[in-house]
């Protein structure tokens, strides 16, 4: 379980194919910190280390993530969005995100807004994920607000921290992200659907 709100930012040093699994190399500041078998989130991925090597440590997404997520097309020196699991007794700063990512989207506009940023995103409609206004979203990991929603479509403002601390400062028209749509509004869609 997560919150959404990114740790650090931690860079790819190696990826590796096994079959068809991809191990992922990260260097991180909070390796040191870090046990097998821990889960960390990456640009919203949750993925478990399997190995810790000085100020690195390694995962590995299998096929199933690979083919839901943007992780297939990470590079080396590659910057991606960390945050490990939120401890019980903790604030909850963001919103109760899994790190179980629900489908791909695409930037398709970036305004800056004179001190913010507004990210716009388009999504597959037909996998029927929907988003609120002012509801929460995941994206890449880092919990943000809806604002102007549609069907397949929706933005999010970004303060600079935010664009300064996450790497929503590396997205282009055309970058590829993760989302993971609000866990409650899903369970309700769910229910309505099988009322119907």
Known sequence: MFTGIIEELGTITSLQTDKENLDITVRANFTSELKIDQSVSHNGVCLTVVSIKEDTYTVTAIKETL??????????????????????????????????????????????????????????????????EKGSVTVNGVSLTVVNSKKNEFSVAIIPFTYEHTNFNTFKVGTVVNLEFDVIGKYVKRITELRA
């Open 67 to 132: 083919d839901k997520t943007n992780l297939d097309s990470l590079i080396q020196g590659a910057v991606v969005n960390l945050e490990r699991g939120m401890k019980l007794g903790a604030r909850l700063d963001g919103h109760i995100v899994q790190g179980h990512v629900d489908q791909t989207a695409i930037c398709n506009a970036i305004e800056e807004a004179d001190g913010s940023w507004y990210f716009t995103f388009t999504y597959d409609a037909d996998l029927k994920n929907i988003t609120i």
